[in-house]
């Protein structure tokens, strides 16, 4: 397997590119950048062309590397210096490098010998200066621009041509790229770049990192000034970098999780670290690196410097290195040769100089731009053709990375460049980078000013780095998690890490894995992975109540099962009970406190079953016999990760969400209110302010619930592993956390690399599905881990994983049991309990919190709302969960909360993806595999054959609420009836309760149907759907409209996410009459508008490099070869909250402050007494007159 995930990451890279789609060729156009970045960039150009994509390369006339090199279109352009002016500039630039070591951001900025940069950035006003070339940009129709973004010129292109931007970058220079991608970058444990600190920061660097965060937004933008000032004259009004980041579609990042440190990403952040591992080729002597060697077009454009000049410039700056190691940002750059960076950034001006080659791009029809970003033309030539771009990179230049995917960067463990700190910081350490990110946002626009101020005069309007590259579409970035730390991601971010590394050879033999389900529909789609992992070799042990709904044994796995003090008559009464409360009209504090006595004794019996299976010596002695690797679970039932932490083995969470936002505090991943609905709001990512306000609050009023399900896990954690556990630490324990959902789903939202999306694994026939009940899986957990038998068998088995849905978190408590890693398979958990459990940013700002009912652009008081949900669900996930932590706590003879049991999740794997939900920060073990149960359409049976063939032209509608809805009150089932006798389609309707006698003769009952197949077939008009996430997939794989009744869980959320992409319509099933469901019909069947978003979505869901299944079983087997995951576990899992934050570094440096202001008032109020004090008056002597 290993071997075919290498060998496809190159694929992987370009597929990401193409617009259209793998069957049909596109047009790109590539702003590249000069020197080593065109070594990889140039490999995905050369797939692109292989792929029959017709490239527009655009280039300037001097240049190291960038020549025609093979069969791609080039457009070149004149620039105002020769190559000789370059180099020459370039070598002072490195020789003033060797003595600038140990300096800060503002001292490296100032040492810097700024002739270079100015070449460097202004180049893109060549390019706009050559009206041939701007006329054939703006007239070629190209879909996409593919740039690097560290000159900019790529980003101002692609904003000017209006076009999506592919950023192709190692990182991006200062604090650009965390804004680009509204990435998090918490300081407490991403440290900055250029301070050389690890993510395990001391108090001194993490002060560090604060203050040179500080001196990134301070000065940053002074060193790009030249690339925004061009930019700003293009476009005619002031340019930022934010504005050039930020438009990037995707981040192409040449790094991983090898090499960087852990942290939250975004979706559009897509990792490619070792892209360019491969044998290279001989150099020639007169350039550098940019030469036709593959079968493109190559368009070049003269430049007014030579080889000569690029090569003496770069000879000084490149001597110039060897003096300013580990000084800061600002020092570096006012050290740099500012002659070569002229050159390098002012290239890009020749490029639109030549009006020949402008208008050849304008009038060619590009799909798209590959570009390094580095020196910003491609950002710029994407921006000026309005073509989308895919940036080729290591890394952006500054922030820039950041700000154009908007992705969070905390600087408390996510280090800024050239700090050359690790993710672990010391306090010293996050203060500097702090500190260097501010220098980043003072300096950073200085060192572009070329670039932006070639953008500027391009645009006749002012541009910045962010302008350029925020219009990037995807990034494309040569690193992965091996590499950099963890930290979070954005969904466009693409991890190509060793693109050109030699695929490794397979496994030659299995390995051993522990599987602690969740009951209910959880079960189905893990079935499916399950049965995938046994077919290829791997010995698959399932460790269940004997009370339980669907999980049976069968062929593909070991059964272990134990006794829990309850009957099935009794679990089967328990549901029921609740699901009646669904459909009660007038809802009341009564109904509420119904819910949550139901909950509260459903919870029990779940913590019950936990406690139990912890408990059993027999069972627990076999399991850690066992030996396994990895422990697979859903951590919304916890008892799964304290078992994994039992036995010490690494866990892999399978999950669709966790509640209270665990999810985020396991991962570590940035969860901001501001654009990511909490669970149940129904917001989307574009909340009102009001909507934004709920997202705020929302979260407080289901701590009460949370608490009832997940806080006991916290006790029982700490009883079993000897310890003080929390929810966070039983959460934070998994090496992979697998999200079934994606992005076609979800929202954007920065990501953790430790995150992967699987949604869509689930799209195949199901069975009947049951709705989870906390108590009655507490009860499971604790027969579970109380049978003395069951655990001493699992021991004894020598698992290598353990596979648990986490949504209640017994897996995870048997996996701490067992010492197990743990890959939790899941949906999603409540409260953003998946993304607390992976430490993954989750910002209330654009990020919809469940059950807002906001999406991820929010008004005002949508984001109060998004943010008081976030603030409260944590109190009601921790009464849902604390039973889990204090069974986890008992069992594992520690203190343990439902959060240490989700943070030892090796690899969370999620049934979702960003087609369904909105984008957002990602961690890197967060594997998304949305779509995982779309199955291939299986003929229908000949009952159903008969329906469909019968329906005429007019077609049929698959009605089905999913199995927890087997009976409808008769008022509202006779509603539902007379609607759907109003159109003239055949309903096939999933009902099992008494039949309507308003029943009309186009509507079937049926006990039972092949809802995957019938939604295949040409004549399913549209799909009556609860808005389970399976169902969604299910009509999202198949591209049918949907009506959706959301009636409990995340459904509301799901069927939000649907209704703001145009894919459906939803209703409320307590409060909607006959007309309303009966227009909502007409409308998703007659309406073409809906039938074109959901295949769009289809489209866009089943456009992906790798099944959902594949990913899935991928993720799952790398836990199992490596005993676990810990290079994707960040660093925030170590940190305390209020390192975590920066506040210790915050209050320590405003002590600085006030104490400084102390004194200089003392100093003053001094000076003023002895210099405007009233002088004492002396005392006059009055003589006595003599009489």
């Given at each position: 397997?290993?071997?075919?995930?290498?060998?496809?990451?190159?694929?992987?890279?370009?597929?990401?590119?193409?617009?259209?789609?793998?069957?049909?060729?596109?047009?790109?156009?590539?702003?590249?950048?000069?020197?080593?970045?065109?070594?990889?960039?140039?490999?995905?150009?050369?797939?692109?062309?292989?792929?029959?994509?017709?490239?527009?390369?655009?280039?300037?006339?001097?240049?190291?590397?960038?020549?025609?090199?093979?069969?791609?279109?080039?457009?070149?352009?004149?620039?105002?210096?020769?190559?000789?002016?370059?180099?020459?500039?370039?070598?002072?630039?490195?020789?003033?490098?060797?003595?600038?070591?140990?300096?800060?951001?503002?001292?490296?900025?100032?040492?810097?010998?700024?002739?270079?940069?100015?070449?460097?950035f202004s180049h893109c006003k060549s390019v706009f200066d050559d009206r041939k070339l701007i006329r054939y940009l703006e007239e070629t129709s190209f879909d996409a621009?593919?740039?690097?973004?560290?000159?900019?010129?790529?980003?101002?292109?692609?904003?000017?041509?209006?076009?999506?931007?592919?950023?192709?970058?190692?990182?991006?220079?200062?604090?650009?790229?965390?804004?680009?991608?509204?990435?998090p970058s918490p300081l407490s444990y991403v440290p900055r770049g250029l301070l050389a600190l690890s993510d395990t920061m001391t108090f001194p660097e993490r002060v560090w990192n604060l203050l040179f965060h500080v001196q990134e937004h301070l000065f940053c933008r002074y060193f790009l000034k030249v690339a925004t000032d061009v930019a700003s004259e293009i476009f005619q009004t002031t340019i930022t970098p934010y504005d050039l980041y930020s438009q990037a579609s995707i981040w192409l990042l040449r790094t991983d999780f090898v090499l960087d440190y852990p942290r939250p990403v975004m979706p559009n952040m897509v990792f490619i670290g070792g892209i360019n591992c491969h044998a290279g080729k001989p150099l020639t002597e007169v350039s550098w690196q940019l030469k036709k060697s593959l079968n493109f077009t190559a368009k070049t454009y003269s430049l007014s410097y030579s080889l000569e000049d690029l090569n003496h410039e770069f000879k000084i700056f490149a001597d110039h290195q060897w003096k300013i190691r580990g000084k800061s940002l600002l020092s570096a750059l006012m050290s740099l040769s500012s002659r070569f960076f002229d050159n390098f950034f002012s290239h890009c001006k020749s490029v639109f100089n030549d009006r020949q080659l402008v208008r050849y791009l304008e009038e060619t029809s590009f799909d798209a731009v590959l570009l390094d970003p580095l020196d910003m033309c491609g950002l710029i030539l994407a921006k000026y053709l309005s073509l989308p771009s895919v940036v080729f990179t290591r890394g952006g230049f500054c922030h820039y990375q950041d700000e154009g995917t908007q992705c969070p960067s905390p600087l408390s463990y996510v280090p800024r460049r050239l700090l050359a700190f690790s993710d672990t910081m010391t306090f010293w350490e996050r203060v500097r980078n702090l500190l260097s990110l501010v220098e980043e946002h003072l300096f950073c626009h200085h060192f572009l000013k070329v670039a932006t101020g070639v953008a500027s005069e391009i645009f006749q309007t002012t541009i910045t780095p962010y302008d350029l590259h925020s219009h990037v579409s995807i990034w494309l970035l040569r690193t992965d998690f091996v590499l950099d730390y963890p930290r979070p991601v954005m969904p466009n971010m693409v991890f190509i890490g060793g693109i050109k590394?030699?695929?490794?050879?397979?496994?030659?033999?299995?390995?051993?894995?522990?599987?602690?389900?969740?009951?209910?529909?959880?079960?189905?789609?893990?079935?499916?992975?399950?049965?995938?992992?046994?077919?290829r070799g791997h010995q698959i042990v399932v460790v269940v109540p004997e009370v339980n709904l669907y999980i049976k044994a069968e062929d593909f796995f070991t059964l272990k099962s134990y006794a829990v003090p309850f009957t099935q008559e009794e679990f089967?009464?328990?549901?029921?009970?609740?699901?009646?409360?669904?459909?009660?009209?007038?809802?009341?504090?009564?109904?509420?406190?119904?819910?949550?006595?139901?909950?509260?004794?459903?919870?029990?019996?779940?913590?019950?079953?936990?406690r139990e299976l912890l408990n059993n010596k027999d069972l627990m002695v076999s399991l850690r016999n066992s030996s396994f690797d990895v422990l697979l679970t859903d951590p919304v039932y916890p008892c799964g990760a304290v078992l994994a932490q039992y036995l010490s083995i690494p866990s892999v969470f399978f999950l669709r969400d966790i509640p209270c936002d665990y999810a985020f505090e396991g991962t570590q991943c940035p969860n901001p209110f501001s654009y990511i609905p909490k669970y149940l709001t129904a917001h989307s990512d574009h909340m009102t302010f009001l909507q934004r306000v709920k997202n705020m609050l929302y979260p407080l009023s289901l701590t009460y619930a949370c608490n009832i399900g997940l806080l006991p896990y916290e006790g029982l954690a700490s009883e079993v592993l000897q310890r003080e556990m929390s929810l966070g630490e039983i959460f934070g324990s998994a090496s992979v956390w697998l999200f079934r959902g994606d992005f076609v789903l979800d929202y954007p939202r920065p990501i953790m690399p430790n995150m992967a999306f699987i949604g869509g694994?689930?799209?195949?026939?199901?069975?009947?599905?049951?709705?989870?009940?906390?108590?009655?899986?507490?009860?499971?957990?604790?027969?579970?881990?109380?049978?003395?038998?069951?655990?001493?068998?699992?021991?004894?088995?020598?698992?290598?994983?353990?596979?648990?849905?986490?949504?209640?978190?017994?897996?995870?408590?048997?996996?701490?049991?067992?010492?197990?890693?743990?890959?939790?398979?899941?949906?999603?958990?409540?409260?953003?309990?998946?993304?607390?459990?992976?430490?993954?940013?989750?910002?209330?700002?654009?990020?919809?919190?469940?059950l807002s009912m906001n999406s991820d652009h929010m008004t005002f008081l949508q984001r109060v709302?998004?943010?008081?949900?976030?603030?409260?669900?944590?109190?009601?996930?921790?009464?849902?969960?604390?039973?889990?932590?204090?069974?986890?706590?008992?069992?594992?003879?520690?203190?343990?909360?439902?959060?240490?049991?989700?943070?030892?999740?090796?690899?969370?794997?999620?049934?979702?993806?960003?087609?369904?939900?909105?984008?957002?920060?990602?961690?890197?073990?967060?594997?998304?595999?949305?779509?995982?149960?779309?199955?291939?359409?299986?003929?229908?049976?000949?009952?159903?054959?008969?329906?469909?063939?019968?329906?005429?032209?007019?077609?049929?509608?698959?009605?089905?609420?999913?199995?927890?809805?087997?009976?409808?009150?008769?008022?509202?089932?006779?509603?539902?009836?007379?609607?759907?006798?109003?159109?003239?389609?055949?309903?096939?309707?999933?009902?099992?309760?008494?039949?309507?006698?308003?029943?009309?003769?186009?509507?079937?009952?049926?006990?039972?149907?092949?809802?995957?197949?019938?939604?295949?077939?040409?004549?399913?008009?549209?799909?009556?759907?609860?808005?389970?996430?399976?169902?969604?997939?299910?009509?999202?794989?198949?591209?049918?409209?949907?009506?959706?009744?959301?009636?409990?869980?995340d459904q509301m959320d799901n069927a939000k996410r649907m209704e703001s992409r145009g894919a459906g319509v939803s209703l409320n099933v307590l409060e909607m009459t006959s007309e309303d469901l009966s227009q909502a019909l007409k409308a998703v069947?007659?309406?073409?508008?809906?039938?074109?978003?959901?295949?769009?979505?289809?489209?866009?869901?089943k456009d992906r490099p790798i099944e959902p299944l594949d990913l899935a079983v991928f993720w799952v087997e790398f836990v199992m070869r490596h005993k676990g995951a810990p290079h994707l576990r960040p660093a925030a899992h170590d940190l305390t909250w209020y390192q975590y934050h920066s506040l210790d570094v915050i209050a320590f440096l405003l002590s600085i402050v006030l104490g400084v202001l102390f004194v200089v008032y003392k100093c003053c109020a001094f000076g003023c007494r002895k210099c405007f004090g009233k002088k004492p008056r002396g005392k006059k002597s009055h003589k006595s007159k003599a009489h």
């Open positions: 397997m290993a071997s075919r995930v290498l060998a496809a990451l190159l694929p992987l890279s370009v597929c990401l590119l193409l617009v259209p789609g793998p069957t049909e060729a596109g047009r790109l156009l590539v702003v590249p950048m000069d020197g080593s970045h065109w070594f990889t960039m140039s490999s995905v150009v050369e797939q692109l062309v292989q792929r029959g994509h017709e490239i527009v390369v655009v280039m300037p006339e001097v240049s190291w590397q960038l020549k025609k090199s093979f069969n791609v279109t080039v457009k070149t352009y004149s620039l105002s210096y020769s190559l000789e002016d370059v180099n020459r500039e370039f070598k002072r630039y490195v020789d003033v490098q060797w003595k600038i070591r140990d300096q800060n951001f503002l001292s490296m900025m100032m040492a810097t010998p700024t002739q270079f940069f100015e070449y460097f621009v593919f740039l690097d973004p560290f000159d900019m010129c790529g980003l101002i292109i692609a904003k000017y041509l209006s076009l999506p931007s592919v950023v192709f970058t190692r990182g991006v220079f200062c604090h650009y790229q965390d804004e680009g991608t509204q990435c590394c030699h695929a490794g050879k397979p496994l030659t033999e299995g390995g051993k894995m522990l599987v602690v389900p969740m009951d209910g529909s959880h079960w189905l789609s893990m079935r499916k992975l399950v049965q995938e992992l046994h077919s089967q009464h328990i549901l029921v009970g609740q699901g009646k409360l669904i459909f009660e009209e007038k809802y009341s504090l009564v109904i509420f406190w119904k819910i949550m006595d139901i909950l509260k004794e459903i919870s029990q019996l779940f913590l019950s079953s936990c694994i689930n799209c195949a026939y199901r069975k009947p599905l049951s709705q989870e009940d906390s108590a009655l899986f507490l009860s499971f957990c604790s027969s579970l881990l109380y049978n003395k038998e069951l655990m001493a068998s699992l021991a004894a088995s020598n698992f290598d994983l353990m596979l648990a849905d986490p949504f209640l978190p017994c897996g995870p408590i048997v996996a701490q049991h067992l010492g197990l890693p743990s890959v939790f398979y899941l949906n999603a958990m409540p409260c953003s309990l998946d993304y607390q459990g992976a430490r993954c940013p989750n910002p209330p700002s654009y990020v919809p919190r469940s709302k998004n943010v008081l949900i976030a603030s409260t669900e944590s109190f009601l996930c921790s009464a849902v969960y604390s039973p889990y932590a204090q069974l986890a706590s008992e069992f594992l003879q520690k203190t343990v909360t439902v959060q240490d049991l989700m943070s030892n999740a090796s690899v969370w794997i999620l049934r979702s993806d960003f087609v369904n939900y909105h984008p957002r920060p990602i961690m890197p073990n967060m594997v998304f595999v949305g779509g995982i149960n779309c199955a291939n359409q299986k003929p229908l049976a000949q009952e159903f054959e008969a329906y469909v063939n019968a329906s005429g032209e007019h077609g049929i509608v698959v009605f089905s609420l999913g199995s927890m809805v087997s009976d409808i009150p008769e008022k509202k089932a006779m509603e539902i009836a007379k609607a759907l006798g109003t159109i003239p389609q055949t309903v096939l309707w999933r009902y099992t309760g008494t039949p309507p006698s308003n029943l009309a003769k186009n509507t079937k009952l049926v006990k039972w149907l092949p809802q995957n197949d019938l939604l295949g077939h040409p004549k399913t008009r549209a799909f009556i759907t609860h808005s389970g996430s399976h169902g969604i997939y299910e009509g999202i794989c198949n591209g049918v409209p949907m009506v959706m009744l959301p009636l409990f869980g069947i007659y309406d073409k508008s809906y039938k074109e978003n959901i295949m769009r979505l289809s489209s866009l869901h």
